[in-house]
C-alpha cells in the first residue's frame, strides 16, 4: 500500500476513543460496509437493529426519528425532505385504486393540490368536507372512503376544528385518520393522546421545516405513528420511493431541537399580543388566532390545547381595495413576504381566499382580503410599532 492515492483511502490514523459531546457524531452514507456476506443477507434495516443502505438509515437518520418520534408523542418516525413530501408519503402509503380520501377545506394547499393533480390520476378520488362540522365529514364516509386528513388549526384561516369528535368519528366508522400537525409541533397538544383517556389519531405528518428547523433554511417532513402495522406500510412505501433526508439537513435539526420549545412558546406569545393589538384596529373586520375569544372554533382550541403555534390572520375589511392591502404588506419593515414560518424572522403573505376555498365562502369568516402573519423572535413591541406604521400609510388610520 505505497500509493499515495490508496493511502489517503486506507489511512491508518485513528482518533482517541472516548469523545462524547452535545452534538451527536454527524454520520453520511450511501454506501454501508458489511464484514462478511452473512452480514450482507441477514441484517434488517426495518426494525433498526441494523445498517444496509445510506437510503435505509443511519445512526445521525435513526437518532433524529427516535427524536421526532418522541417530540409527537408517537413510537415511529419515518423522514423525508420536505413536509409535503411528508404528505404524498402518507397518502401513498393508505390509498390505492378505488379508495377515496378526504380532505378538511382549510386544508394545506399542495395537499389539495397533490390529490387533484396526481392521486385523481390513479383512481383515487376524494371529498372536501367542512372543518367545522363533524356531521358534514360523517354524511361524506363511505364504504370507499380509506382516509381522513385532519388539520388542526386550518391553514391560513386557522379554525380549530372539534378534533376530539373528528376522531372519536373516523374510529367509530373504521377509517384511518391521518392529521398534519405542523401548527401542533407536538408542543400545543398530543396528537396521539388528545383527552388524556389515549384517544388519538393514527398518524401524524409534521414539515419539520418549520418549527423543528426554526430556521428557515432546511427542508424537512416527519410521518409517525404508534401503530406497528402502519408504520410498517408506511416505511415500506417511504423505501420504494426513494423518499431520504441528507446528513447535513439531520444535523441542522438535531442541533435545533433542543431549543423547539423555547422558540416555540416565545412565537405563540409574540403572535397573541400582536393578534390582539390587531383586534382593536377597526380596519381588521375579523382577527384569526384560536386562542382568541371569538375565533373560529375557540373552544375546540381550549380543549385540546395549551399553546398555540405562532401565526395569525387578520381578514382586512372589504371597503378597502386589493392595492391598499398589497401596500399594507408591501409597507412592513421587519414583516418580510415569504411562504412558510416557524424561523427567527416574520413573515407576511396575503392570499386569495376565494381561490382557495372548493366549498365556497365559509359562514364563519368576515368578507375581506386574508393577510396571514407568522411571528419570528424579533422583540414584540418593534413588530407591533411596524404593523402600525404600515397599517397607518396603507390605510390612513
Ligand atoms: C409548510 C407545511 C407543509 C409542507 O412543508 P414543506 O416542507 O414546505 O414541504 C405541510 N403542511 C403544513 C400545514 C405546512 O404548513
Known amino acids: 500500500m505505497t500509493d499515495p492515492t490508496t493511502q489517503l483511502i486506507h489511512h491508518p490514523y485513528q482518533p482517541p ?18 464484514p462478511n456476506v452473512a452480514a450482507m443477507r441477514t441484517r434488517d434495516w426495518k426494525d433498526k437493529s441494523g445498517y444496509t443502505y445510506g437510503l435505509h438509515g443511519t445512526p445521525s ?37 378505488g379508495d377515496e380520501v378526504l380532505i378538511p377545506d382549510n386544508a394545506y394547499g399542495p395537499n389539495k393540490a397533490l390529490t387533484e393533480g396526481e392521486l385523481a390520476g390513479w383512481g383515487i378520488t376524494h371529498q372536501y ?6 356531521a358534514d365529514l360523517a354524511a361524506r364516509i363511505n364504504e370507499r372512503t380509506r382516509l381522513v386528513w385532519l388539520e388542526a388549526a386550518g391553514s391560513i384561516t386557522l379554525e380549530f376544528p372539534d378534533l376530539l369528535e373528528q376522531v372519536r368519528l373516523c374510529h367509530a366508522r373504521g377509517v384511518t385518520c391521518v392529521l398534519d ?54 416505511l415500506l412505501t417511504h423505501m420504494r420511493l426513494g423518499f431520504g433526508v441528507s446528513a447535513g439537513d439531520t444535523e441542522t435539526l438535531l442541533r435545533a431541537l433542543p431549543s423547539i420549545a423555547l422558540r416555540y412558546h416565545a412565537q405563540d406569545q409574540a403572535a397573541r399580543q400582536l393578534a390582539r393589538w390587531c383586534a382593536q384596529q377597526p380596519v ?25 403555534a405562532g401565526l395569525f390572520s387578520v381578514m382586512v375589511d372589504a371597503r378597502y381595495t386589493q392595492s391598499q392591502v398589497d401596500a399594507f404588506c408591501d409597507g412592513l419593515r421587519l414583516f418580510r413576504l415569504g411562504y412558510s414560518w416557524g424561523g427567527p424572522i416574520s413573515l407576511v403573505v396575503p392570499y386569495d381566499l376565494a381561490a382557495i376555498r372548493a366549498r365556497g365562502w365559509p359562514a364563519h369568516l368576515a368578507r375581506g382580503t386574508v393577510v396571514r402573519f407568522s411571528a419570528g ?3 414584540v413591541a418593534d413588530l407591533q410599532a411596524d404593523l402600525a406604521q404600515a397599517a397607518q400609510r396603507a390605510f390612513g388610520i
Open 129 to 134: 368536507y367542512d372543518p367545522m362540522n363533524v
Open 61 to 97: 437518520s435513526f437518532t433524529l426519528e427516535e427524536r421526532i418520534a418522541t417530540l409527537e408523542h408517537g413510537k415511529h418516525a419515518v423522514l423525508l425532505p420536505s413536509g409535503l413530501a411528508a404528505v404524498a408519503c402518507a397518502s401513498l402509503a393508505l390509498l390505492k385504486t
Open 377 to 379: 423572535l424579533e422583540a
Open 181 to 234: 400537525n405542523t401548527w401542533g409541533a407536538g408542543l400545543a397538544f398530543n396528537p396521539f393522546d388528545l383527552d388524556g383517556q389515549g384517544l388519538g389519531v393514527d398518524v401524524s405528518v409534521h414539515a419539520l421545516t418549520k418549527y423543528p428547523s426554526g430556521g428557515g433554511d432546511v427542508l424537512m417532513g416527519s410521518v409517525v405513528t404508534r401503530d406497528e402495522a402502519l408504520h410498517r406500510r408506511i
Open 284 to 308: 381588521f373586520a375579523q382577527v384569526l388566532h384560536p386562542a382568541l375569544a371569538g375565533s373560529p372554533g375557540h373552544a375546540h382550541w381550549q380543549q385540546v390545547c395549551g399553546a398555540a
Open 17 to 34: 476513543a472516548g469523545f462524547d459531546a452535545p452534538l451527536p457524531a454527524l454520520h453520511k452514507a450511501s454506501t454501508v460496509f458489511f
